[in-house]
């Protein structure tokens, strides 16, 4: 014991002085990523000095039980432990904190655990004080409580404790809850909110209120309204499960295939927070989705065939196709699949693995034929079918007729016309067919509903011809928005007969302004950029919405260009050449999208060809993404090198944006050169540290 002590003495002392010495200075630290582990084991270690802080205050309460002098030994050699992994879990919960998490709640948890930390050293050296030793005693006993609340509100959510009791005055859900509240925020908060929310919102996204999903995160927003492809969180979602951009993270609960389904509904509807059932007007496909789905609150089906491994499960899962168990309880197994380029064939046929549990299946937007039905009719508890917008025609339904358990048929946007019926017929357990935008007349869809008395035939929305439909808005013609002096501008739209106005002084058009009859040109000399406004007018209908357009002058168009490093890999990345050229630039959807090279651990090193003109240049200009919620600048340096055979390079212009407040002027990097001829140039973009860049496009001028 004399021999221990002086060491646990010392290992105090540096541990101590290690934290203070972290605490003072964590503002420039970056964790490399084989210490981040130690970090995350912060949760495990930490109980310990809890449990050893509680236990040090009973024994002190009880020591008059204990002989005085194994009561000394007992106190002093816990109090020693007590302190030593008090500053063990305080040093990683300091290293896990500065992995991007950022909140008042993390805040308020951290430093009353540095506090604590050094109250309980504090007692080490005031042992032998005993009413100073009994004060700080009690008041890291606070300090514990107080901590491990602000912690349990972290991990849990601050509502964690009273959620039992406050659960229960929450409002009933009916028809007249918005959609939203009553079924899409549910699931973001049971599978999502754990990560996402106002106390540790990762990725600097908050997922708990609509307010705070609107302003987004790092990577940008997490649903496009009417745009479900291009939805970040859908992406993440749809990633391989071992993929470290998956979400929700493995070894978290999955988002159901049930519950993927109706985001995409919802967002392509719009994503409206405000519509509520009752709005949505009948044969609406989220109306539909939420009757058949959602509004029905039933407990698990009993079903009598066996389970299958989850290893099983986990072999058919893949990019393009969702194989889900309905539930811990239910062997029932839910399958969507999707990717009508990269679809095939043993994306169907390996569901005979589990063709005894497959009860629901998505095939929809698929080029699902006959052949392919006569795999889909082996499913022998189908219960759920859908092939919206496939190429089966009625008689393809005929591979159907051993589906005897099948209930919903979704049919919309295919080639059945009234022949369908004779296949309907056998279909015993049929209860809602969808047959909106097929060959079927009006007169056809009532011979259904006359032969078929109880099967619900839903044909969608039929129009009124006295309501005012509002017109979409003209599209742009042109492939890109990167154009040259003279280049025509094309403006189009959908519909036959309608009128298109525009201006080009930024002013709000109307049915006054410039006509489009023919493709006409734009002069962008001694100007960067021209915006077209635009909007549609019709006879019966409402005018469209304005809609803007941004032209970019080219400027000098190079012979070709080399990129040394790729990027990042990943699925939303595309190629890095075409991006820095394609004549196409966006200021929307900055993060992972096919618009966007992402680099951050090589440096974007391009090497652009000039020499069959050798023009006079005298301006680079790259552009940049930097979302609007990043708070400092991604980007350490922008180098430009010259040369004339592509092997002696001289640095013309290096620049530093290391320290860069404003980050605006990172979105449109100009660099200035001295004006002369150049064959070949390079440009070099290199990242910080630990932080991506995205860039767009290449000018020069």
Known sequence: MKKTVPFFLNVLFFLHVLLAFLVLFEGYMKVPF????????????????????????????????????????????????????????????????????????LT??????????????????????????????????????????????LTHGTNFLMEPITASKEEIVDENTPIYSAYIAPVLKAKCTSCHNPQKHKGDLDLTTIEAIAQGGENGEAWLAHNAEESLLLKRAALPIED???????????????????????????????????????????????????????????????????????????????????????????????????????????????????????????PITSEHLQTIGKLDNLEHLVLNFTDINSESLASLASCVELETLSLSGTAIDVTVLEHLKGLKSLKEVFVWNTNLEAEDIEVLRSELPNVIINEGYIPNPEEELQLTPPTLVNEGNIISSGDLISLGHKMNGVTIQYTLDGSEPDSTSIAFEKPFSLDLKGKREQ??????????????????????????????????????????????????????????????????????????????????????????????????RQKKSPLDHIAVWASDDKEDWQLIKKQSFANENNLDRLKEISMQLPKKS?????IVAKPQKGQTIRVNQLFFF
């Open 34 to 105: 084989w210490v981040q582990p130690l970090g995350r084991m912060h949760p495990l270690v930490l109980h310990f000095p809890v449990a050893f802080i509680v236990l040090l205050v009973l024994l002190n309460l009880f020591k008059k039980q204990l002989d005085p002098a194994s009561f000394e030994k007992i106190n002093f050699a816990l109090l020693l432990l007590t302190s030593f992994t008090t500053v063990l879990a305080t040093l990683m919960g300091l290293l896990l904190s500065l992995e991007g998490y950022d909140s008042e709640l």
């Open 108 to 153: 308020l948890h951290k430093w009353v655990g540095i506090a604590l930390c050094f109250v309980i050293y504090a007692l080490v050296w005031c042992y032998t004080y005993k009413k100073v030793f009994q004060i700080l005693l009690y008041v890291g006993l606070i300090g514990v409580l107080v901590g491990g609340h602000f912690g349990a509100g």
């Open 244 to 366: 470290e951009e998956h979400m929700p993270p493995e070894g978290k609960p999955q988002l159901t295939a049930a519950e993927i389904e109706l985001m995409q509904i919802w967002i392509e509807h719009g994503a409206d927070d405000q519509i509520t059932y009752a709005q949505l007007k009948e044969g609406d496909t989220l109306k539909q989705l939420v009757t058949s789905k959602w509004l029905k609150s039933i407990e698990d089906k009993q079903y009598e065939f066996d389970f299958v491994t989850a290893q099983t499960i986990k072999e058919l899962n893949n990019p393009y196709r969702t194989v889900v168990q309905k539930s811990p309880t239910s062997p029932a197994i839910d399958v969507v699949i999707f990717g009508r380029s990269a679809f095939q064939e043993n994306n169907i046929t390996e569901l005979e693995k589990v063709k005894d549990q497959v009860v629901y299946l998505n095939l929809a937007n698929l």
């Open 531 to 628: 915006t077209i406004k635009t909007l549609a007018h019709k006879e019966g209908w409402l005018p469209s919405k304005s809609i803007s357009y941004v032209f970019y002058d080219r400027g000098l168009v190079p012979d070709g260009i080399e990129v040394l490093y790729p990027g990042v890999l990943s699925s939303y990345t595309g190629d890095t050449e075409k991006i820095l050229t394609d004549a196409v630039r966006k200021n929307e959807k900055i993060g992972y999208s096919k618009f966007w090279a992402s680099y951050n651990k090589n440096p974007l090193e391009a090497i652009v060809d000039f020499s069959a003109t050798s023009p006079e240049i005298k301006e680079v200009v790259l552009s940049c993404g930097i979302n609007f």
């Open 678 to 682: 150049y064959k070949y140039i390079k």
